[in-house]
């Protein structure tokens, strides 16, 4: 199991950009798939976008497709979504997971082990 560290987040005009970055602690990190959920208060949590462990695969919620990018260093044990053209409705506190294995996963019972969460604001 990896702890998961996250930074980044903070307040934003509307059509701005922000970068979350989620640092892990284990070397194990390259065996974890990584996503990103977010949530706004009252509302469960939703899917934001997922990555393969190696990298090669990755998946968008169609919320955000087009308009975030999350990405992986396995050397630097560290998973960023770079988040641009950020609406109003992308306010949320953010959350990076893990899940040991292959494949990412739009499903959130799939991850072990989640980031303290962050928060994001986007003003309009």
């Known amino acids: 199991q990896v702890d998961l560290v996250q930074s980044g987040g903070g307040l934003v005009q509307a059509g701005g950009s922000l970068s979350l970055s989620c640092a892990a602690s284990e070397r194990t990190f390259s065996s974890h798939a990584m996503g990103w959920f977010r949530q706004t208060a009252g509302k469960d949590r939703e899917f934001v976008a997922t990555i393969s462990r190696r990298g090669l695969n990755t998946l968008y919620a169609d919320s955000v497709k087009g308009r975030f990018t999350i990405s992986r260093d396995n050397a630097k044990n560290t998973v960023v979504l770079q988040m641009n053209s950020l609406k109003p409705e992308d306010t949320a506190v953010y959350y990076c997971?893990?899940?040991?294995?292959?494949?990412?996963?739009?499903?959130?019972?799939?991850?072990?082990?989640w980031g303290q969460g962050t928060q994001v604001t986007v003003s309009s």
């Open positions: 997971a893990a899940r040991y294995g292959t494949s990412g996963s739009a499903l959130e019972y799939d991850y072990d082990t």
